[in-house]
């Protein structure tokens, strides 16, 4: 939808916010290794490296719980180097969200002039529903991946095969 109405959007790319105000490390304890691998692969790398037509131009993870930065290290090592530069941890102090991104785009509770977060729920659901019919055409477009040239482009292709974690034993 962003694409279809701005087109200043594929020149300035976009950024994202992930808040964790109501995440704590047991959440993270429940992933196995294969799903993060898998996770991190498919969804993160995949889509932001490989896949999408815009310009990440930052993610920022704001009230982050304690430890999670052990946590991202597992997952940093999937990144490049210029995606990983491109991730950013604001614990709880916002004002270091506010160097990157301008408080009139943000929600009021983060500080913003840009309203409260439910009028942009609202907003952007009501913008959804206004593109109803484009979403049901598009349900009948897709892609035969075997006249694809070349070896897939996916998890196991890029990574190793799943579930090749390796123990090391050390006397």
Sequence with gaps: ?????????????QMGILDLANTRMAHFLHFSP????????????MWSQEGSPLRQKGFHFIN?????????DIFKNFFNKKNRSRLHFHKRKLESLYKHIPNSMLPAEYGGEA???????????????????????????????????????????LFGMEGSFWKFEVD
């Design 34 to 45: 294969s799903f993060v691998k898998e996770a991190t692969t498919s969804m993160l790398v």
């Design 115 to 157: 309203g409260p977060i439910q009028d942009l729920v609202d907003a952007w659901a009501k913008k959804m529903l206004s593109y109803k019919e484009y979403f049901q055409e598009e349900e009948q477009y897709g892609t035969d991946e075997k006249k694809r040239p070349g070896r897939p482009k996916n998890a196991d292709t």
């Design 1 to 13: 939808i962003m694409m279809k109405e701005d087109d200043n959007l594929i020149v300035a790319g």
């Design 64 to 72: 982050t719980p304690s430890g999670f930065e052990m946590v991202y």
